[in-house]
């Protein structure tokens, strides 16, 4: 099966700086990649998702890069602001066709933007 | 993700009892998903249906049973054999339609606790 790893599990930065957390996938097949967002005792949200047929998406300040040879996708936080810290989760799956199977978590950047 | 709802918010289980954890949505989604977080951790995927009357195991079903009677509804029953049931329990559903089935969104989640 699938297995994610996320690093780095904790990361501090500058308000105003940029805050970068990577990803890496072990299935080839896997061609859908979402990143949420999770504030304390509260459910995930979507912030941004790539598809393995284009290789960077932006949204105002995050973007998220992705790279189908050595199966590794990035979140990139520009400008960082205080409501920017939460947990962050990469995840990947495959849609198989039939349907979409559910999704592969890596273990989340706890993000600390600090003033 | 306002049209996921689960229930209740909290749910204490004594020993050797099964208990069930409600997901509903009123989004018109095919697919259903069923996943625990523990402290720390990532999301790991329970079960998940893709079409009433039809679901799979995840990565870590045993312990758990579901049912998908009804496109709205998606029980999770958490059985006398889960040991180690104390986490989070977190529900989602996925659009519709071509190319975006993958795209999942979550229910406010379960904290099952056990006495």
């Known amino acids: 099966g699938e297995n994610v790893e996320q690093h780095p599990s904790t990361l501090s930065v500058q308000e105003g700086d940029s805050a970068v957390i990577k990803c890496t996938y072990s299935d080839s097949a896997s061609n859908y990649f979402p990143w949420y967002k999770q504030e304390l005792g509260k459910r995930p949200q979507l912030i941004i998702d790539i598809r393995s047929n284009v290789g960077e998406k932006k949204d105002q300040r995050i973007a998220v890069t992705l790279n189908k040879t050595a199966k590794h996708f990035s979140l990139h936080i520009t400008e960082t602001q205080p409501e920017d810290s939460a947990v962050y989760f990469c995840?990947?799956?495959?849609?198989?066709?039939?349907?979409?199977?559910?999704?592969?978590f890596g273990k989340g950047t706890h993000l600390i933007i600090q003033p | 993700d306002g049209g996921i709802t689960q229930s209740p918010k909290y749910l204490f289980r004594k020993e050797g009892q099964n208990v069930t954890l409600s997901c509903e949505q009123n989004?018109?989604?095919?697919?259903m998903y069923w996943y625990r977080q523990d402290p720390g951790q990532g999301l790991r995927l329970i079960y998940y249906s893709q079409i009433v009357n039809d679901f799979q195991k995840g990565d870590i079903a045993e312990g758990y049973s579901v049912s998908r009677e009804k496109k709205e509804s998606f029980p999770l029953t958490v059985t006398s054999a889960q040991k180690n049931p104390t986490a989070f329990y977190l529900c989602a559903s996925s659009t519709p339609g071509r190319g975006t089935r993958e795209t999942q969104y979550f229910g406010p989640g379960t904290r099952l606790l056990v006495l």
């Open positions: 995840a990947a799956t495959t849609d198989s066709g039939g349907g979409a199977d559910g999704l592969t």
């Open positions: 989004l018109n989604h095919d697919a």
